[in-house]
């Protein structure tokens, strides 16, 4: 366990930049607010524990005061501007408005991190169709596993999740990515099942990771950052299961071989 001076900093709808293995410099968009919301509490979360678990799509933070605090970051330097931070985006009811205003002010390619439970809904998928980049979680390849891993709000129907995910890549022109959290080895047959769905789903690539990071014991602000040192984390944090870099390597050739998509996973040191 990690011990050490335990801060609260205060609710700023922007952060960083914080750097990013996937996407580079990447300047971050809180549109969930102080108190950490999503559907999942997934067993790896750098939020802590969810405080608020819920499907429920709201206003979180008012569209003006988002690209008020946005302005003040001109001119932007940086590589993407990420749609993040306390939980959940897509349950923010203002993430089309919220995308369209970065865009308009900024003028820099904009992301958006989901777990991509709330795809069912058409408003989601148009709203969420204005990003120029979408990663989507997909931590397993059946009810048990997600169940276990993300810990959902209620039960996911895979198939479903899956099948509303093919749906939005119909209309989304932009990146997709699909990100998967490796805690264990997984088995051939979910291997395989993984990769009939990747070559159904097409995305644009495979994002392959395993926890590097410890779990804040409880709610951090600061979790929505990147630390340079897991053991000098300004907060209370466990260690989580993780693989070897070997297994991600090995998966990700795999999967390149199968599906002929390109994978990418971070620079790991065991
Ligand atoms: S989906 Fe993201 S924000 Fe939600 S619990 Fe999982 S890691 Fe945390």
Same mark, same amino acid.
């Given at each position: 366990?990690?011990?050490?001076?335990?801060?609260?900093?205060?609710?700023?709808?922007?952060?960083?930049?914080?750097?990013?293995?996937?996407?580079?410099?990447?300047?971050?968009?809180?549109?969930?607010?102080? &108190? /950490? +919301?999503?559907?999942?509490?997934? %067993?790896?979360?750098?939020?802590? =524990? !969810?405080? @608020?678990?819920?499907?429920?799509?709201?206003?979180?933070?008012?569209?003006?005061?988002?690209?008020?605090?946005?302005?003040?970051?001109?001119?932007?330097?940086?590589?993407?501007?990420?749609?993040?931070?306390?939980?959940?985006?897509?349950?923010?009811?203002?993430?089309?408005?919220?995308?369209?205003?970065?865009?308009?002010?900024?003028?820099?390619?904009?992301?958006?991190?989901?777990?991509?439970?709330?795809?069912?809904?058409?408003?989601?998928?148009?709203?969420?169709?204005?990003?120029?980049?979408?990663?989507?979680?997909?931590?397993? &390849? /059946? +009810?048990?596993?997600?169940?276990? %891993?993300?810990?959902?709000?209620? =039960? !996911?129907? @895979?198939?479903?999740?899956?099948?509303?995910?093919?749906?939005?890549?119909?209309?989304?022109?932009?990146?997709?990515?699909?990100?998967?959290?490796?805690?264990?080895?997984?088995?051939?047959?979910?291997?395989?099942?993984?990769?009939?769905?990747?070559?159904?789903?097409?995305?644009?690539?495979?994002?392959?990771?395993?926890?590097?990071?410890?779990?804040?014991?409880?709610?951090?602000?600061?979790?929505?950052?990147?630390?340079?040192?897991?053991?000098?984390?300004?907060?209370?944090?466990?260690?989580?299961?993780?693989?070897?870099?070997?297994?991600?390597?090995?998966?990700?050739?795999?999967?390149?071989?199968?599906?002929?998509?390109?994978?990418?996973?971070?620079?790991?040191?065991?």
């Amino acid at each position: 366990m990690t011990t050490a001076t335990v801060s609260t900093p205060e609710f700023t709808p922007v952060y960083g930049p914080v750097w990013s293995w996937r996407y580079g410099k990447s300047l971050g968009i809180d549109p969930i607010g102080e &108190i /950490s +919301t999503c559907s999942f509490n997934c %067993v790896y979360c750098q939020l802590g =524990e !969810i405080k @608020l678990k819920t499907q429920q799509r709201q206003i979180y933070v008012p569209t003006d005061q988002i690209l008020q605090a946005l302005a003040e970051f001109a001119p932007w330097d940086v590589d993407v501007i990420t749609l993040s931070g306390s939980g959940e985006p897509t349950l923010a009811a203002n993430l089309g408005e919220i995308l369209i205003g970065i865009k308009t002010l900024t003028q820099r390619p904009t992301l958006v991190l989901t777990n991509g439970t709330t795809l069912s809904d058409s408003q989601v998928r148009e709203q969420l169709a204005l990003a120029d980049r979408v990663s989507v979680k997909l931590d397993g &390849i /059946s +009810t048990a596993q997600l169940q276990r %891993v993300n810990q959902p709000v209620r =039960e !996911i129907d @895979l198939t479903q999740l899956l099948i509303d995910l093919q749906e939005f890549r119909r209309i989304f022109p932009g990146e997709l990515g699909i990100q998967t959290m490796i805690l264990s080895p997984w088995s051939l047959s979910d291997r395989q099942e993984y990769q009939r769905w990747i070559k159904a789903i097409a995305p644009t690539e495979i994002q392959l990771n395993t926890p590097t990071r410890p779990k804040p014991l409880k709610h951090e602000l600061a979790g929505r950052e990147n630390h340079p040192s897991p053991e000098n984390l300004p907060y209370q944090a466990r260690k989580l299961k993780s693989v070897e870099p070997s297994v991600l390597q090995d998966f990700a050739q795999e999967i390149q071989a199968q599906t002929g998509i390109s994978v990418r996973y971070p620079p790991l040191s065991h």
